[in-house]
């Protein structure tokens, strides 16, 4: 009952490695395709776009969604809360 299964999800796959450039994790656990949420962001709708990439992984990367924020997977149970709750979260 006080899980947030979507959480569990996004966390399991940041986990395993899952998170890739072709692949990003909403809210709901659901995998979204880039092209969609470029496309959501393109059109201005409300999406909070997370970068959840380990911070050394961040470090090395020279690539990243205009607009996200980036946020310490090691450290989810201190942010997730505050995650906004009227509109998409998306997780890469």
């Given at each position: 009952?006080?899980?947030?299964w ?18 990003a994790?909403a ?17 201005g ?31 989810v149970?201190?942010?997730?809360d ?6 998409p979260?998306?997780?890469?």
């Open positions: 009952r006080n899980l947030h979507g959480r569990v999800a996004a966390r399991h796959g940041a986990a395993l490695g899952a998170a890739s450039p072709t692949r994790v809210q709901d656990g659901q995998a979204i395709a880039p092209e969609r949420l470029r496309d959501m962001v393109a059109r709708e409300p999406v909070a776009v997370l970068d959840v990439r380990r911070r050394e992984d961040l470090a090395r990367a020279a690539d990243r969604v205009a607009g996200s924020t980036w946020r310490d997977p090691d450290a149970a201190s942010w997730a505050d995650m906004p709750r009227d509109r979260v998306v997780a890469y």
